[in-house]
């Protein structure tokens, strides 16, 4: 088993630039997360699904969009970069979740984003 | 509204045992989790505690205690590959990670 593939690793971006990170997971996953992660703030939810078709909004989802069209994937899309996008971002997926979840989360290896 | 916090860093010598602390205030209660982080890596689960106590697991220990909001993780004979940052969690809510240095 792969677990959760992200990809990119890395990825620099010029202000205004879209982009989307690709997040898979092959753990029959129910629950599928986005997270940022900046100096002394912390993983923040982005943005999360509960299952294919589902999508919810997390603590910061202003400049982002997602989708779940499958169990398997879990796109982020950038539609407009800005330097405050800067940060590393996690993919994370459970085997059910939501914030009555037991469930531990599976984390993505990360992708390191610069938005010049 | 919900908050998590915790130390930002510690330092603790090789084969001690340190405590970190994490408080916490949530709109309902579902456990709560720590992961380890090492630098420019991903976060591991490293425990869960959804009732009052202490949870043991080799070197690793983990206490909740919900009326006061309040856990801790306990490690034990450190060793210089715990120098890592150590997250607490509750309801998909992460705080900001103490960031833990283990010296000689």
């Known amino acids: 088993n792969a677990g959760v593939t992200q990809t990119p690793k890395f990825q620099v971006l010029k202000t205004g630039q879209s982009m989307t990170l690709q997040c898979a997971q092959d753990?029959?996953?129910?629950?599928m997360s986005w997270y940022r992660q900046d100096p002394g703030m912390g993983l923040r939810l982005i943005h999360y699904?509960?299952?294919?078709?589902?999508?919810d909004q997390g603590e910061v989802p202003n400049g982002y969009n997602v989708s779940r069209s499958t169990t398997e994937d879990f796109p982020l899309r950038l539609l407009s970069a800005a330097p405050s996008q800067t940060s590393v971002y996690f993919c994370?997926?459970?085997?059910?979740?939501?914030?009555?979840?037991?469930?531990?989360?599976?984390f993505g290896s990360g992708t390191q984003l610069s938005v010049l | 509204g919900q908050n998590i916090d915790q130390p930002t860093e510690m330092t603790a010598t090789e084969g001690a045992i340190v405590q970190i602390n994490c408080t916490y205030q949530t709109s309902g209660f579902n456990g709560l989790f720590w992961y380890q982080q090492h630098a420019g890596e991903a976060p591991t689960f490293l425990s869960y505690?959804?009732?009052?106590g202490l949870e043991e697991k080799g070197r690793f220990s983990s206490f909740l205690s919900r009326s006061k909001g309040y856990s801790y993780l306990l490690l034990k004979e450190l060793q210089m590959k715990d120098s890592a940052s150590y997250l607490c969690?509750?309801?998909?809510?992460f705080g900001a990670g103490t960031r833990l240095t283990v010296k000689p």
């Open positions: 994370a997926s459970s085997f059910t979740g939501g914030a009555s979840t037991n469930e531990k989360l599976f």
């Open positions: 699904s509960v299952g294919a078709g589902i999508t």
């Open positions: 505690n959804v009732l009052d």
């Open positions: 969690a509750a309801n998909m809510r």
């Open positions: 753990m029959n996953h129910e629950y």
